[in-house]
C-alpha cells in the first residue's frame, strides 16, 4: 500500500521561510517523479513545483519561481519543498504527489500518480 505524507506546515509570518517535508512508502522512492501542489480556499490545486527522479530536472511554477526551492534525498526518501519570503497569498494546503513520470512543464507528473492528505500552511500578515 503505497502512503504519502507531508509535514512541516504551520502558521508563519509574513517574509518568514519554510521547509516542507514529504515521505513516500509502499514503492520504490527514487523511481518517481515527485511535486508540491496547493490549493488555495475556493480555488483549485496549483502546481507548485516538481522534480524527476535523479533530481537532474526541476520544474518551477513561474509565480513562485524566485521563492521556492524543491529537492530530494533519495537515500532518506524524502521530498523537500523550501519557500522563503512567504506572502499571505501562499496560505494553502499543501499536497505532495509520486508518478510515474515527469515532463517540464505545469502538468510536471503524469502516470499513476499518488497524493498525500497534506498539510496546511498560513501565513499571517
Known amino acids: 500500500q503505497v502512503q504519502v505524507a507531508e509535514f512541516g506546515g504551520g502558521l508563519v509570518r509574513v517574509g518568514e521561510s519554510l521547509r516542507l517535508s514529504c515521505t513516500a512508502s509502499?514503492?520504490?522512492?527514487?523511481?518517481?517523479?515527485m511535486g508540491w501542489f496547493r490549493q488555495r480556499p475556493g480555488q483549485e490545486r496549483e502546481t507548485i513545483s516538481c522534480?524527476?527522479?535523479?533530481?537532474?530536472?526541476?520544474f518551477i511554477a513561474q509565480s513562485v519561481r524566485e521563492r521556492v526551492t524543491i529537492s530530494r534525498d533519495n537515500a532518506k526518501k524524502t521530498l523537500y519543498l523550501e519557500m522563503n519570503n512567504l506572502e499571505p497569498e501562499d496560505t494553502a494546503m499543501y499536497y505532495c504527489?509520486?508518478?510515474?513520470?515527469?515532463?517540464?512543464?505545469?502538468?510536471?507528473?503524469?502516470?499513476?500518480?499518488?497524493w498525500g492528505q497534506g498539510t496546511q500552511v498560513t501565513v499571517s500578515s
Open positions: 504527489g509520486a508518478a510515474e513520470h515527469y515532463q517540464t512543464g505545469y502538468r510536471c507528473l503524469y502516470g499513476d500518480t499518488y
Open positions: 509502499g514503492l520504490t522512492f527514487e523511481d518517481y517523479a
Open positions: 522534480i524527476s527522479w535523479s533530481g537532474t530536472h526541476k
